[in-house]
Protein backbone atom coordinates (compact mmCIF):
# COMPACT_ATOMS: atom_id res chain seq x y z
CA UNK A 1 0.00 0.00 0.00
CA UNK A 2 2.68 2.23 1.28
CA UNK A 3 4.23 1.71 -2.12
CA UNK A 4 1.33 2.70 -4.23
CA UNK A 5 1.46 6.41 -2.77
CA UNK A 6 4.96 6.78 -3.87
CA UNK A 7 4.23 5.69 -7.51
CA UNK A 8 4.57 8.56 -10.07
CA UNK A 9 0.58 8.17 -11.17
CA UNK A 10 -0.34 8.97 -7.45
CA UNK A 11 1.92 11.65 -6.97
CA UNK A 12 1.29 13.98 -10.15
CA UNK A 13 -2.04 12.48 -11.62
CA UNK A 14 -4.08 11.16 -8.63
CA UNK A 15 -2.91 12.70 -5.61
CA UNK A 16 -3.41 16.86 -7.18
CA UNK A 17 -6.50 15.53 -8.84
CA UNK A 18 -8.16 14.95 -5.54
CA UNK A 19 -6.94 18.08 -3.93
CA UNK A 20 -8.26 19.87 -6.68
CA UNK A 21 -11.49 18.84 -5.64
CA UNK A 22 -11.17 19.18 -2.10
CA UNK A 23 -10.60 22.69 -2.81
CA UNK A 24 -14.45 23.47 -4.44
CA UNK A 25 -15.48 22.73 -1.19
CA UNK A 26 -13.78 26.64 0.24
CA UNK A 27 -16.54 27.65 -1.84
CA UNK A 28 -20.33 28.80 -1.81
CA UNK A 29 -22.34 26.87 -0.22
CA UNK A 30 -19.55 25.31 1.80
CA UNK A 31 -17.46 27.87 2.90
CA UNK A 32 -15.10 25.30 4.55
CA UNK A 33 -12.53 27.83 4.12
CA UNK A 34 -9.93 26.32 6.16
CA UNK A 35 -9.67 23.45 3.40
CA UNK A 36 -7.34 26.05 1.23
CA UNK A 37 -4.86 26.22 4.32
CA UNK A 38 -4.34 22.38 3.87
CA UNK A 39 -4.83 21.54 -0.27
CA UNK A 40 -2.52 24.77 -1.23
CA UNK A 41 0.09 23.68 1.05
CA UNK A 42 -0.08 20.12 -0.15
CA UNK A 43 -0.03 21.00 -3.76
CA UNK A 44 3.31 23.25 -2.89
CA UNK A 45 5.06 20.29 -1.04
CA UNK A 46 4.23 18.00 -4.11
CA UNK A 47 5.74 20.33 -6.49
CA UNK A 48 8.64 20.02 -4.28
CA UNK A 49 8.66 16.52 -4.35
CA UNK A 50 8.02 15.66 -8.10
CA UNK A 51 11.40 18.28 -8.44
CA UNK A 52 12.73 15.97 -6.44
CA UNK A 53 12.00 13.04 -7.78
CA UNK A 54 12.34 13.86 -11.46
CA UNK A 55 16.17 14.14 -10.56
CA UNK A 56 16.15 10.64 -9.25
CA UNK A 57 13.04 7.87 -9.41
CA UNK A 58 11.13 10.11 -12.39
CA UNK A 59 14.34 10.79 -13.86
CA UNK A 60 13.58 8.92 -17.33
CA UNK A 61 10.22 11.36 -17.52
CA UNK A 62 10.78 15.04 -18.64
CA UNK A 63 10.69 17.25 -15.51
CA UNK A 64 8.36 20.04 -17.09
CA UNK A 65 5.87 17.10 -18.08
CA UNK A 66 5.91 15.77 -14.64
CA UNK A 67 4.80 19.37 -13.47
CA UNK A 68 2.70 19.83 -16.23
CA UNK A 69 0.49 16.44 -15.38
CA UNK A 70 0.40 17.80 -11.72
CA UNK A 71 -0.65 21.25 -12.33
CA UNK A 72 -3.54 19.73 -14.86
CA UNK A 73 -4.59 17.15 -12.41
CA UNK A 74 -5.00 19.99 -9.78
CA UNK A 75 -6.44 22.43 -12.18
CA UNK A 76 -8.94 19.85 -13.72
CA UNK A 77 -10.53 18.50 -10.08
CA UNK A 78 -10.54 22.22 -9.34
CA UNK A 79 -12.78 22.88 -12.37
CA UNK A 80 -14.62 19.60 -13.16
CA UNK A 81 -15.80 19.42 -9.58
CA UNK A 82 -16.47 23.52 -9.08
CA UNK A 83 -18.03 23.98 -12.73
CA UNK A 84 -20.02 20.62 -13.18
CA UNK A 85 -23.28 22.86 -13.25
CA UNK A 86 -22.68 24.02 -16.70
CA UNK A 87 -23.73 20.70 -18.33
CA UNK A 88 -26.62 21.15 -16.44
CA UNK A 89 -27.77 23.93 -18.98
CA UNK A 90 -27.50 21.74 -22.30
CA UNK A 91 -29.94 19.44 -20.86
CA UNK A 92 -32.81 21.72 -22.35
CA UNK A 93 -32.05 21.15 -25.45
CA UNK A 94 -31.91 18.01 -27.22
CA UNK A 95 -29.48 20.08 -29.84
CA UNK A 96 -26.54 20.29 -26.90
CA UNK A 97 -27.09 16.99 -24.92
CA UNK A 98 -24.27 15.67 -27.24
CA UNK A 99 -22.18 18.59 -25.61
CA UNK A 100 -22.56 16.99 -22.30
CA UNK A 101 -19.81 14.63 -21.51
CA UNK A 102 -17.32 16.98 -23.69
CA UNK A 103 -18.24 20.38 -21.73
CA UNK A 104 -17.54 17.84 -18.46
CA UNK A 105 -14.41 17.03 -20.16
CA UNK A 106 -12.90 20.08 -22.22
CA UNK A 107 -14.03 22.97 -19.85
CA UNK A 108 -11.71 21.90 -16.64
CA UNK A 109 -9.41 20.57 -19.11
CA UNK A 110 -9.09 24.07 -20.96
CA UNK A 111 -9.26 25.75 -17.28
CA UNK A 112 -6.79 23.69 -16.00
CA UNK A 113 -4.19 25.17 -17.72
CA UNK A 114 -4.20 28.13 -15.63
CA UNK A 115 -2.61 26.12 -13.20
CA UNK A 116 -0.61 24.01 -15.11
CA UNK A 117 1.35 26.54 -16.77
CA UNK A 118 2.09 28.80 -14.08
CA UNK A 119 3.42 25.26 -12.06
CA UNK A 120 5.40 24.25 -15.15
CA UNK A 121 6.91 27.37 -15.26
CA UNK A 122 7.96 27.93 -11.64
CA UNK A 123 8.29 24.43 -10.29
CA UNK A 124 12.12 24.34 -10.86
CA UNK A 125 12.45 27.39 -8.25
CA UNK A 126 10.24 26.11 -5.74
CA UNK A 127 12.15 24.74 -2.23
CA UNK A 128 11.56 25.03 1.37
CA UNK A 129 12.39 28.34 1.94
CA UNK A 130 9.95 31.80 2.06
CA UNK A 131 11.05 33.25 -1.24
CA UNK A 132 9.13 30.01 -2.88
CA UNK A 133 6.10 31.11 -1.25
CA UNK A 134 6.24 34.89 -2.66
CA UNK A 135 6.92 33.25 -6.24
CA UNK A 136 4.17 31.05 -5.93
CA UNK A 137 1.45 33.48 -4.91
CA UNK A 138 2.62 35.88 -6.90
CA UNK A 139 2.18 33.10 -9.96
CA UNK A 140 -0.85 32.08 -8.93
CA UNK A 141 -2.56 35.77 -8.50
CA UNK A 142 -1.27 36.69 -11.89
CA UNK A 143 -2.79 33.59 -13.42
CA UNK A 144 -6.19 34.49 -11.66
CA UNK A 145 -5.71 37.75 -13.12
CA UNK A 146 -5.07 36.65 -16.98
CA UNK A 147 -8.47 34.15 -16.55
CA UNK A 148 -10.36 37.04 -15.66
CA UNK A 149 -9.35 39.43 -18.78
CA UNK A 150 -8.51 36.97 -21.86
CA UNK A 151 -10.94 35.41 -24.26
CA UNK A 152 -13.57 37.36 -22.51
CA UNK A 153 -12.75 36.44 -18.89
CA UNK A 154 -14.04 34.10 -16.83
CA UNK A 155 -13.17 34.96 -12.85
CA UNK A 156 -14.93 32.49 -11.49
CA UNK A 157 -14.09 30.74 -7.95
CA UNK A 158 -10.84 33.01 -7.51
CA UNK A 159 -9.47 32.25 -4.17
CA UNK A 160 -10.63 35.30 -2.50
CA UNK A 161 -14.42 33.92 -2.66
CA UNK A 162 -13.89 31.54 -0.28
CA UNK A 163 -13.66 34.58 2.30
CA UNK A 164 -17.69 35.23 1.13
CA UNK A 165 -18.62 34.21 4.35
CA UNK A 166 -16.56 36.64 6.28
CA UNK A 167 -17.58 40.63 5.21
CA UNK A 168 -15.21 41.74 7.98
CA UNK A 169 -12.36 40.32 6.01
CA UNK A 170 -13.52 42.20 2.84
CA UNK A 171 -13.78 45.68 4.11
CA UNK A 172 -10.78 46.11 2.15
CA UNK A 173 -11.67 45.33 -0.95
CA UNK A 174 -12.91 49.09 -1.34
CA UNK A 175 -9.26 50.43 -0.58
CA UNK A 176 -6.94 47.93 -2.01
CA UNK A 177 -9.17 46.27 -4.85
CA UNK A 178 -10.13 42.59 -5.63
CA UNK A 179 -7.23 41.34 -7.34
CA UNK A 180 -4.82 42.51 -4.66
CA UNK A 181 -6.76 41.33 -1.93
CA UNK A 182 -6.97 37.64 -4.02
CA UNK A 183 -2.82 38.19 -3.88
CA UNK A 184 -2.74 38.34 0.19
CA UNK A 185 -5.56 35.68 0.29
CA UNK A 186 -3.13 33.15 -1.71
CA UNK A 187 -0.40 34.14 0.28
CA UNK A 188 -2.22 33.58 3.91
CA UNK A 189 -3.46 29.94 2.28
CA UNK A 190 0.12 29.00 1.77
CA UNK A 191 1.52 29.93 5.61
CA UNK A 192 0.94 26.22 6.29
CA UNK A 193 3.79 25.54 3.90
CA UNK A 194 6.84 27.06 5.95
CA UNK A 195 5.77 24.93 9.35
CA UNK A 196 8.84 22.27 7.63
CA UNK A 197 10.64 25.05 6.50
CA UNK A 198 14.65 24.64 8.21
CA UNK A 199 14.56 28.98 8.95
CA UNK A 200 14.40 30.68 11.91
CA UNK A 201 12.92 33.54 10.37
CA UNK A 202 9.53 31.11 9.69
CA UNK A 203 8.47 32.43 12.58
CA UNK A 204 8.50 36.04 12.01
CA UNK A 205 7.02 35.32 8.64
CA UNK A 206 3.90 33.62 10.31
CA UNK A 207 3.75 35.73 13.05
CA UNK A 208 3.37 38.56 11.06
CA UNK A 209 1.35 37.12 8.30
CA UNK A 210 -1.49 36.30 11.51
CA UNK A 211 -0.91 39.96 13.01
CA UNK A 212 -2.11 41.34 9.68
CA UNK A 213 -5.20 38.43 9.01
CA UNK A 214 -6.79 39.77 12.24
CA UNK A 215 -5.77 43.29 11.83
CA UNK A 216 -7.60 43.68 8.55
CA UNK A 217 -10.63 41.27 10.24
CA UNK A 218 -10.89 44.13 12.90
CA UNK A 219 -10.51 46.82 10.62
CA UNK A 220 -13.35 45.27 8.97
CA UNK A 221 -15.33 45.07 11.65
CA UNK A 222 -14.99 48.60 13.08
CA UNK A 223 -15.57 49.90 9.13
CA UNK A 224 -18.84 48.39 9.85
CA UNK A 225 -19.83 49.16 12.88
CA UNK A 226 -18.91 52.57 12.34
CA UNK A 227 -21.38 53.04 9.18
CA UNK A 228 -24.14 55.31 10.03
CA UNK A 229 -26.91 55.87 7.52
CA UNK A 230 -27.31 59.81 7.44
CA UNK A 231 -30.76 60.54 9.43
CA UNK A 232 -31.58 62.80 5.98
CA UNK A 233 -30.33 59.65 3.52
CA UNK A 234 -33.02 59.27 0.91
CA UNK A 235 -34.13 55.90 0.20
CA UNK A 236 -36.38 54.61 -2.40
CA UNK A 237 -38.67 52.13 -2.07
CA UNK A 238 -37.78 48.51 -3.81
CA UNK A 239 -39.21 45.16 -4.58
CA UNK A 240 -37.10 42.10 -5.63
CA UNK A 241 -39.46 39.84 -7.23
CA UNK A 242 -38.96 35.69 -7.78
CA UNK A 243 -41.65 33.65 -10.01
CA UNK A 244 -39.86 30.40 -9.41
CA UNK A 245 -40.45 29.72 -13.28
CA UNK A 246 -38.92 26.90 -15.80
CA UNK A 247 -37.55 28.17 -18.75
CA UNK A 248 -40.05 26.70 -20.39
CA UNK A 249 -42.73 28.48 -18.86
CA UNK A 250 -40.96 31.74 -20.20
CA UNK A 251 -42.44 30.36 -24.09
CA UNK A 252 -45.68 32.17 -23.01
CA UNK A 253 -45.20 35.99 -22.39
CA UNK A 254 -48.80 37.06 -21.17
CA UNK A 255 -48.66 34.47 -18.48
CA UNK A 256 -44.87 35.09 -17.54
CA UNK A 257 -46.07 38.83 -17.03
CA UNK A 258 -49.03 37.72 -15.15
CA UNK A 259 -47.09 35.82 -12.64
CA UNK A 260 -44.96 38.33 -12.28
CA UNK A 261 -47.10 40.98 -11.56
CA UNK A 262 -49.09 38.68 -9.19
CA UNK A 263 -45.85 37.98 -7.16
CA UNK A 264 -45.20 41.61 -7.10
CA UNK A 265 -48.16 42.52 -5.21
CA UNK A 266 -48.36 46.13 -6.42
CA UNK A 267 -49.72 49.20 -4.27
CA UNK A 268 -51.05 51.88 -6.73
CA UNK A 269 -50.37 54.58 -3.71
CA UNK A 270 -47.34 53.58 -3.07
CA UNK A 271 -44.02 54.70 -4.89
CA UNK A 272 -42.23 51.66 -5.88
CA UNK A 273 -39.64 50.56 -8.15
CA UNK A 274 -40.00 46.40 -9.20
CA UNK A 275 -37.11 44.25 -10.38
CA UNK A 276 -37.94 41.10 -12.40
CA UNK A 277 -35.68 38.84 -13.23
CA UNK A 278 -33.54 38.42 -16.91
CA UNK A 279 -35.03 37.20 -19.55
CA UNK A 280 -38.74 37.61 -18.30
CA UNK A 281 -39.68 38.48 -22.67
CA UNK A 282 -37.53 36.46 -25.05
CA UNK A 283 -39.53 37.98 -28.26
CA UNK A 284 -38.40 41.38 -28.96
CA UNK A 285 -42.24 42.25 -30.00
CA UNK A 286 -43.40 42.22 -26.68
CA UNK A 287 -43.71 46.03 -26.33
CA UNK A 288 -46.50 45.84 -29.07
CA UNK A 289 -48.34 43.67 -27.31
CA UNK A 290 -51.77 44.98 -26.26
CA UNK A 291 -52.84 42.18 -23.91
CA UNK A 292 -49.46 42.85 -22.11
CA UNK A 293 -50.25 46.76 -21.86
CA UNK A 294 -53.32 46.08 -20.73
CA UNK A 295 -51.96 44.22 -17.99
CA UNK A 296 -49.27 46.73 -16.84
CA UNK A 297 -52.07 49.93 -17.11
CA UNK A 298 -54.48 47.62 -15.22
CA UNK A 299 -52.21 46.98 -12.40
CA UNK A 300 -49.63 49.34 -12.14
CA UNK A 301 -49.36 53.21 -11.42
CA UNK A 302 -47.47 56.61 -12.05
CA UNK A 303 -45.99 55.67 -9.01
CA UNK A 304 -44.40 52.74 -10.34
CA UNK A 305 -41.17 51.57 -12.32
CA UNK A 306 -40.51 48.10 -13.41
CA UNK A 307 -37.36 46.59 -14.46
CA UNK A 308 -37.14 43.45 -16.21
CA UNK A 309 -35.10 41.35 -18.40
CA UNK A 310 -35.66 41.03 -22.27
CA UNK A 311 -34.43 40.59 -25.85
CA UNK A 312 -34.32 43.68 -27.84
CA UNK A 313 -33.62 44.11 -31.45
CA UNK A 314 -32.29 47.52 -33.05
CA UNK A 315 -32.92 47.11 -36.92
CA UNK A 316 -30.27 48.47 -39.57
CA UNK A 317 -29.94 48.08 -43.43
CA UNK A 318 -28.12 45.19 -43.21
CA UNK A 319 -28.95 43.36 -40.72
CA UNK A 320 -30.99 42.80 -37.44
CA UNK A 321 -29.22 43.20 -33.82
CA UNK A 322 -30.35 41.29 -30.73
CA UNK A 323 -28.96 42.23 -27.33
CA UNK A 324 -30.20 40.90 -23.93
CA UNK A 325 -31.33 43.95 -22.10
CA UNK A 326 -32.35 45.56 -19.04
CA UNK A 327 -35.34 47.37 -19.45
CA UNK A 328 -37.04 50.23 -17.31
CA UNK A 329 -39.86 50.66 -18.27
CA UNK A 330 -43.28 52.72 -16.92
CA UNK A 331 -47.10 51.32 -15.91
CA UNK A 332 -47.81 51.84 -19.34
CA UNK A 333 -44.91 49.48 -20.59
CA UNK A 334 -43.53 52.83 -22.30
CA UNK A 335 -39.54 52.58 -21.98
CA UNK A 336 -38.08 55.13 -19.74
CA UNK A 337 -34.40 53.36 -20.34
CA UNK A 338 -32.58 50.28 -21.35
CA UNK A 339 -29.09 49.01 -20.95
CA UNK A 340 -27.89 46.28 -23.47
CA UNK A 341 -25.51 43.96 -21.55
CA UNK A 342 -21.86 44.04 -22.97
CA UNK A 343 -20.03 41.30 -21.19
CA UNK A 344 -22.11 38.10 -23.23
CA UNK A 345 -21.25 34.51 -22.15
CA UNK A 346 -19.58 32.72 -25.13
CA UNK A 347 -21.28 29.74 -26.61
CA UNK A 348 -24.11 30.54 -24.08
CA UNK A 349 -25.27 34.06 -26.00
CA UNK A 350 -23.01 34.46 -28.72
CA UNK A 351 -20.93 31.90 -31.12
CA UNK A 352 -17.29 32.51 -31.99
CA UNK A 353 -17.05 32.19 -35.33
CA UNK A 354 -20.66 31.87 -35.60
CA UNK A 355 -21.57 31.46 -39.05
CA UNK A 356 -19.08 28.36 -39.19
CA UNK A 357 -20.49 26.80 -36.17
CA UNK A 358 -24.12 27.35 -37.41
CA UNK A 359 -23.17 25.48 -40.86
CA UNK A 360 -22.39 22.21 -38.67
CA UNK A 361 -25.59 22.76 -36.73
CA UNK A 362 -24.66 24.31 -33.46
CA UNK A 363 -26.36 27.45 -32.22
CA UNK A 364 -26.09 29.86 -28.88
CA UNK A 365 -27.42 27.62 -25.92
CA UNK A 366 -29.32 30.41 -24.81
CA UNK A 367 -33.01 30.72 -26.16
CA UNK A 368 -34.13 32.91 -28.65
CA UNK A 369 -32.71 34.58 -31.98
CA UNK A 370 -28.69 34.59 -33.02
CA UNK A 371 -26.20 35.48 -30.81
CA UNK A 372 -26.47 38.25 -29.07
CA UNK A 373 -24.46 41.59 -30.05
CA UNK A 374 -22.51 43.49 -27.50
CA UNK A 375 -23.77 46.79 -25.90
CA UNK A 376 -22.25 49.81 -26.49
CA UNK A 377 -22.21 53.12 -25.14
CA UNK A 378 -22.43 54.54 -21.26
CA UNK A 379 -22.51 51.81 -18.57
CA UNK A 380 -24.27 53.47 -16.49
CA UNK A 381 -28.64 54.43 -16.08
CA UNK A 382 -29.58 57.99 -15.20
CA UNK A 383 -33.26 58.08 -13.88
CA UNK A 384 -35.45 60.06 -11.54
CA UNK A 385 -37.53 58.59 -9.60
CA UNK A 386 -39.72 60.36 -6.74
CA UNK A 387 -37.84 63.74 -7.35
CA UNK A 388 -34.67 61.76 -6.92
CA UNK A 389 -31.81 61.08 -9.31
CA UNK A 390 -30.24 58.01 -9.26
CA UNK A 391 -27.65 57.02 -10.95
CA UNK A 392 -27.81 53.22 -11.99
CA UNK A 393 -25.03 50.68 -12.68
CA UNK A 394 -26.69 47.77 -14.58
CA UNK A 395 -25.12 44.27 -14.10
CA UNK A 396 -26.63 41.48 -16.16
CA UNK A 397 -26.05 37.57 -14.77
CA UNK A 398 -22.47 36.95 -16.09
CA UNK A 399 -21.28 40.80 -15.49
CA UNK A 400 -21.77 40.53 -11.86
CA UNK A 401 -18.62 37.84 -11.79
CA UNK A 402 -16.41 41.04 -13.20
CA UNK A 403 -14.50 43.60 -10.57
CA UNK A 404 -13.43 45.84 -13.21
CA UNK A 405 -16.75 46.43 -13.80
CA UNK A 406 -17.74 48.25 -10.56
CA UNK A 407 -13.82 49.66 -10.62
CA UNK A 408 -14.35 52.39 -13.20
CA UNK A 409 -14.50 55.91 -13.03
CA UNK A 410 -18.50 56.25 -13.72
CA UNK A 411 -20.32 57.54 -11.10
CA UNK A 412 -23.06 55.28 -9.70
CA UNK A 413 -24.68 55.43 -6.43
CA UNK A 414 -26.81 52.03 -6.76
CA UNK A 415 -25.87 48.45 -8.75
CA UNK A 416 -29.54 46.73 -10.07
CA UNK A 417 -28.44 42.80 -11.10
CA UNK A 418 -30.53 40.62 -12.62
CA UNK A 419 -30.13 37.14 -13.82
CA UNK A 420 -31.76 33.73 -15.06
CA UNK A 421 -30.18 31.01 -13.07
CA UNK A 422 -32.77 28.23 -13.72
CA UNK A 423 -29.48 26.89 -16.49
CA UNK A 424 -28.00 25.85 -13.57
CA UNK A 425 -31.10 23.55 -11.70
CA UNK A 426 -30.83 22.70 -8.28
CA UNK A 427 -26.96 22.84 -8.51
CA UNK A 428 -23.96 24.82 -6.14
CA UNK A 429 -24.16 27.29 -9.51
CA UNK A 430 -26.89 29.51 -7.66
CA UNK A 431 -24.82 29.94 -4.81
CA UNK A 432 -21.63 30.44 -6.30
CA UNK A 433 -23.16 32.92 -9.07
CA UNK A 434 -24.64 35.31 -6.21
CA UNK A 435 -21.85 34.86 -3.63
CA UNK A 436 -20.03 37.43 -6.34
CA UNK A 437 -22.48 40.31 -5.98
CA UNK A 438 -21.19 40.63 -1.84
CA UNK A 439 -17.97 41.28 -3.45
CA UNK A 440 -18.71 43.86 -5.74
CA UNK A 441 -21.12 45.78 -3.04
CA UNK A 442 -18.08 46.22 -0.81
CA UNK A 443 -15.77 46.96 -3.66
CA UNK A 444 -18.17 49.53 -4.91
CA UNK A 445 -19.59 51.00 -1.39
CA UNK A 446 -23.15 50.99 -2.90
CA UNK A 447 -26.22 48.65 -2.18
CA UNK A 448 -26.90 46.06 -4.56
CA UNK A 449 -30.69 44.94 -5.78
CA UNK A 450 -30.07 41.23 -7.26
CA UNK A 451 -33.39 39.87 -8.71
CA UNK A 452 -32.49 35.97 -10.22
CA UNK A 453 -35.34 33.54 -10.99
CA UNK A 454 -34.22 29.80 -9.48
CA UNK A 455 -31.20 31.80 -7.95
CA UNK A 456 -30.72 33.88 -4.80
CA UNK A 457 -32.54 37.29 -4.85
CA UNK A 458 -31.43 39.93 -2.61
CA UNK A 459 -30.76 43.41 -0.96
CA UNK A 460 -26.54 43.85 0.00
CA UNK A 461 -25.86 46.46 1.80
CA UNK A 462 -22.49 48.90 1.10
CA UNK A 463 -21.02 46.40 3.66
CA UNK A 464 -21.42 43.41 2.16
CA UNK A 465 -24.82 42.40 4.56
CA UNK A 466 -27.49 40.22 3.26
CA UNK A 467 -30.36 42.47 4.51
CA UNK A 468 -33.61 40.45 2.91
CA UNK A 469 -33.24 37.27 0.58
CA UNK A 470 -35.13 35.13 -1.35
CA UNK A 471 -33.50 31.25 -1.92
CA UNK A 472 -33.34 29.44 -5.20
CA UNK A 473 -36.57 27.58 -4.61
CA UNK A 474 -38.79 30.63 -2.89
CA UNK A 475 -41.23 32.18 -4.99
CA UNK A 476 -42.79 36.01 -4.25
CA UNK A 477 -41.26 38.95 -3.24
CA UNK A 478 -39.13 41.12 -0.68
CA UNK A 479 -38.79 44.67 0.18
CA UNK A 480 -36.92 47.36 1.23
CA UNK A 481 -36.30 50.55 1.28
CA UNK A 482 -32.70 50.83 -0.22
CA UNK A 483 -30.54 53.97 0.81
CA UNK A 484 -29.24 55.70 -2.29
CA UNK A 485 -25.32 56.60 -1.45
CA UNK A 486 -24.67 59.71 -2.81
CA UNK A 487 -21.01 59.64 -2.08
CA UNK A 488 -19.36 57.34 -4.35
CA UNK A 489 -15.54 58.13 -4.73
CA UNK A 490 -13.73 55.91 -7.22
CA UNK A 491 -9.78 57.33 -7.01
CA UNK A 492 -7.90 55.25 -9.97
CA UNK A 493 -8.00 51.82 -11.05
CA UNK A 494 -7.31 49.11 -8.49
CA UNK A 495 -5.58 47.18 -10.75
CA UNK A 496 -2.86 49.09 -10.47
CA UNK A 497 -2.34 48.46 -7.13
CA UNK A 498 -2.62 44.66 -7.80
CA UNK A 499 0.17 44.93 -10.11
CA UNK A 500 2.58 47.05 -8.40
CA UNK A 501 2.16 45.23 -5.00
CA UNK A 502 3.01 41.72 -7.88
CA UNK A 503 6.27 43.21 -8.99
CA UNK A 504 6.72 44.03 -5.36
CA UNK A 505 6.48 40.18 -4.45
CA UNK A 506 8.53 39.57 -7.60
CA UNK A 507 11.54 41.50 -6.03
CA UNK A 508 10.72 40.13 -2.86
CA UNK A 509 11.73 36.81 -3.99
CA UNK A 510 15.08 37.51 -6.39
CA UNK A 511 16.25 39.30 -3.00
CA UNK A 512 15.22 36.56 -0.69
CA UNK A 513 16.41 34.04 -2.78
CA UNK A 514 19.57 36.18 -2.89
CA UNK A 515 19.63 35.12 0.67
CA UNK A 516 18.87 32.01 0.54
CA UNK A 517 15.86 32.49 3.29
Not at 76 to 99: C, N, Q, R, V
Not at 195 to 220: E, T
Not at 228 to 247: C, D, P
Request: aromatic share 18%; hydrophobic share 45%; charged share 20%.
Amino acid sequence: MLDFFNKRFFIIFLFPLLLGGLTVLSFEPFNFFFINFISLPLLFYSIIYVKKKSKSIYRKKPFFKNLFILGTSYGFGFFFFGLYWIAYSLTFDETFKFLIPLSLLLIPLFLSLFFSLPITLIGNYCDKNISSIFLISSIFAFSDFLRSKILTGFPWNLWSYSFSWSIESLQILSTIGFFTFNLLIITFFFIPSVIFFQNKIKYFFVAGSIILIFSNYFYGSYLINSTKLNIEQKKINFKIISAGMNLSDFQDELETASKLIKYSEPDKKKKTIFVWPEGVFLSPNYEQRDDIKKLFKKNFSKNHIIIFGANSIKKTDKDNKYFNSMIFADSNLNFISQYNKKKLVPFGEFLPFEKFLNSIGLKKITLGHSSFSEGTGKSSIDLKFDSLDINILPLICYEIIFPNLVDTNNKFNLIINISEDAWFGKSIGPYQHSAKAVFRAIESRVYIIRAANMGVSAFISSEGKILKNLQPNEIGNIELEVPIIEENKKVFKKDLIFLSLLITYIFTFFILRKLKI
